[in-house]
């Protein structure tokens, strides 16, 4: 029995490579552990400066706008009175971003730089003098005779 043990059992020395085994076999695991550890941190990081950067990219954005809307000045009465409207909507959103950029989230960020998109479309839009509505005269005298007839007063003309 003991011949049958002998015959089919491995016979461990101590020689270099079994060491060699051991170590690497440490060294994997722990290199494991390391990196389960670091990269969550690391992605975490990186996150918190892309955010940062998409932030700052925001910013920049939106002074880029809003000195666009301050350099041309529409011909039309019209759109002249929307292209106040959009400088004072963008001015508002500075002097909020200027205060509040370091709370945004990711999400938020992406929202306002959608909606630069569209306040910068919209500017466009009116510097080439097209307004988004168009101005009516409103004709009262109708309605002021129907008004002066039931009340008895007399012809408007």
Known sequence: ??????????????????G???????????????LAVWLPLYMRRESALATKARRLHLIESFDAVRNQMRRVTPKDRTAKAEMALLMWNTDLMADYLREYAQYLSSEDVAALQQQLNEFSAAANYLM????????????????????MKKSGVGNVR
């Open 1 to 18: 029995m003991k011949n049958l043990r002998l015959k089919y059992t491995a016979n461990f020395k101590r020689d270099y490579v079994a």
């Open 20 to 34: 060699a085994a051991v170590a690497m076999f440490f060294m994997i695991v722990i290199s494991e552990l390391f």
């Open 128 to 147: 080439r003098g097209k307004p988004y509505s168009r101005e009516q005269k409103l004709d009262c005298t109708p309605f002021l005779e129907q008004i």
